[in-house]
Structures are given as C-alpha cells and as structure tokens.
C-alpha cells in the first residue's frame, strides 16, 4: 500500500470507525484483565490468612489501575487524577511480587502499558521501558528462562495494547480535526462572501450614488446628457447584480487593467483629475488581484470619504517588491482622525480591513497617513506571491 492511499483511506474516517476503534482497544484491554486469575489461583492455594488476603487485595487494587487507566485512554479522557492512579500503580506493582507469588509475572505487561497511554512524548517511552527493566529485576529471584519468557511477553504484549489504544485515540483526534477543518472551511467562505460582497456593492453603489447627484445637476435642457448619465447607472446596476452573483458562485476574477482603466473613468467623471503611473508587467496573477481590490476600495473610499480633486497612483520598484501609493487631496478636516487610524467612516469598517486580509494572503502590507490635507494609501507586494504567506485571519489559502 502506497503512503498516498494510506492517507486518502484515513481522510474517510468517520464516526463509524472511530466508534469501531475504540470498541476494539476496550475490549483487548478489558480482556487481558483475566490475566489477573492465574496470580490470584496461585495465592488462594495458600493457608487462608493475612498473606493471602494482602495478596488478593495487590493484585485487585493493580488490575483496578490498570482498568481505570486503560479505559480512560481509550475514551481519549485524562486528568491529574490518572498521575496519582499511575504513582500508586507503580508501588503496588512493586508489592505483588512478595504476596502474589511467582505467577505475578503473567501482569507484567499492566505497568508498561499503562505508562505508554497516561504520559506523552518522551516520558511514555521512558517510563514504558523502565516499567519493563523494573519487573525483570523483581524477577531475578526466579528461574532465568522464566525471567526472559515473562519479560518478552510482557514487552509484546504492553506494546500491541499500548499501540492499539493510542491508534484508537489518534483516529478519535483525526476525525475532530476534521470537523474543526470543516468548520474553519464554512466559516472561510462566509468571510470571503461578505468581504466580496462589500467591496463589490461598496465600490458599485458609490459610484451610482455619484452619478445620480451628477444627474440631478443637469439642467433639463442638455436631455442627451441626462440620458447618457442614466444609461450609465444603468449599466453599473446590472454590473452590480452580475458581481453579485458572481460572488455568490466564488467565480469572480479580477482585472488589475481593466479596474485601473474602470476606476479612473469614474473619477475623471467625478470631477477628479487622475494621474496613474503604469504598473510592471512581470507581476503575478496573485498580485495583481489583489492590487485590483485595492485600487476599487481606495477609489470607493475617495468617492465616499474625500472632496478630491486630484488622484495620484505612484509606482517604485526595488529588488522583488513592488511599493503602490494611491494619494488625493481631499480629506475632510471632520473624518481625518479616523482615516488617520485606518478606520472607514462606513459602518463596521470593514473594507480597508479585508483590504489588509487580500494583501496579507499574497506577502503585502497596507500603510496609510494623512500629511498636508493629502491621504497616501501605500501598498507594499512582492512581485510574486509568496506561498508561505498565504495565510490569513481564518487559515490557510491555497
């Protein structure tokens, strides 16, 4: 079997598996709990007495540690108590060898196996082989091949007990993972959507807003002129409903180009002169998208937020970066200190906030200031995106 059928077999783990796993260790581990009989057949062979009553007691109290501990490693439960079970199961494995008799050995595999399922790391492994090494030394009173017998089984059977409870536990966490995935995905997309939807809307309904009080200003006389307005918010209206359901399907590309030509025409029609510096072409199709939402939002919050009258889109270049400022002279004396901050006048603010999510996901930075009435939104990319920065507030892109 190969590695990658290994893995596509443990992605279909499910609750069924899981449950099936777990019936299975606790049934092993349960079961060789009836080793227990053959020391506890040897000590009522003696004269009944205190010997046999203090035997009968180690060796119920030793299984009643190991079944406390092994069920509850099944069940993937654990807590501080299970130390002080493992403390007191060691000194009464400890104490069955002078009251249990020989036959004692047939519970060696109890103290391994339970250190392997109540620590973790390095100190299961440790105390899995020095609970070996600690039986044969209470053992070398008896006959060596009895010795090596015994402690062979006991390290086989503690191993295949220790690595079926663990395997049981491990596709219990498995099968959590991933319904947290499935719940980080949900929660992803519904941040995708509400992000898309309002730099979409954002951007199409200021636009639209702009236009109509263009319209409105238009005296009845120049007719063509109105129409010609309306025609236009007509357009972008049906734009908006197509981006909409775009969004809604998660199929909407962007076009740095186009959005650069889109957004300087709006505007150019808005009364604000525009003055774009051209952008490198060896930019990668990540970058650029994300360079078109930020375009379109630092458009949208010019329109909203500004009275420009110049608009200003400077390019540096230096090594594999790429630094963009989008600059206008517009700010209102009212909102400076908010913009200042990188807060949106809009409620929730959440647009130069999902600005700063589509920069981040690429390997870019967002900067803003205010100096001299002039509002600068910097943006700083790699001309290629860096796969290991495709992270953001939700997780991980791909």
Known sequence: ????????????????????????????????????????????EGPPGVRVAIGVALITALTGCYLWLGVRAVLGRNA???????????????????????????????????????????????????????NVALAVPQ???????SGLQSLLTAA??????????????????????????ITEERLR???????????????????????????????????GELTEIHDIARRSLHDVRAVVKGYREMSLEKELAGVRKVLESAGVKCDFADLPSSVSAEVS???????????????????ATVCLLGV?????????????????????????????????????????????QVGGTCDRHLEDGWFTLSLDVPSRALAASLTSATGDRK
């Not at 079926?164 to 947290?180: G, K, Y």
């Open 289 to 307: 998208v994300a360079l078109a939402w930020a375009v379109r939002e630092a458009a949208t919050n010019l329109l909203r937020h500004s009275d």
């Open 80 to 134: 501080r108590l299970d130390l002080w079970v493992l403390v007191a199961m060691t000194a009464l494995n400890v104490a069955v060898p002078f009251a249990g008799g020989a036959s004692w050995l047939s519970l060696g595999f109890m103290l391994p196996f339970a250190f392997a399922v109540t620590l973790a790391g390095r100190p299961a492994w440790w105390g899995f082989f020095a609970a070996i090494v600690l």
């Open 193 to 227: 959507f509400a992000r898309e939807l309002h730099d979409v809307l954002g951007h199409n309904l200021s636009v639209i807003a702009m236009r109509t009080e263009l319209s409105m200003r238009i005296p009845s006389a120049q007719r063509s002129r109105l129409h």
């Open 1 to 44: 079997m190969t590695p990658s059928t290994t893995r596509q077999q443990l992605t279909t783990v499910g609750p069924g598996t899981v449950r099936l796993a777990r019936i299975a260790a606790a049934t092993f581990s349960v079961g060789m709990a009836a080793f227990a009989a053959i020391p506890l057949a040897e000590v009522l």
């Open 316 to 360: 540096e270049s230096e090594d594999d970066r790429i630094r963009v400022t989008v600059a206008n002279d517009g700010v209102r004396q009212g909102a400076a200190a908010a913009r200042a901050a990188g807060v949106e006048a809009t409620v929730g603010g959440s647009g130069l906030a999902g600005l700063d999510e589509r920069l981040a």
């Open 143 to 149: 006959e060596l091949n009895w010795v090596l017998f």
């Open 160 to 185: 295949a007990l220790a690595g079926l409870t663990i395997f049981a536990t491990l596709l219990s966490e498995l099968q959590r993972t991933r319904e947290e995935l499935a719940r980080l995905a």
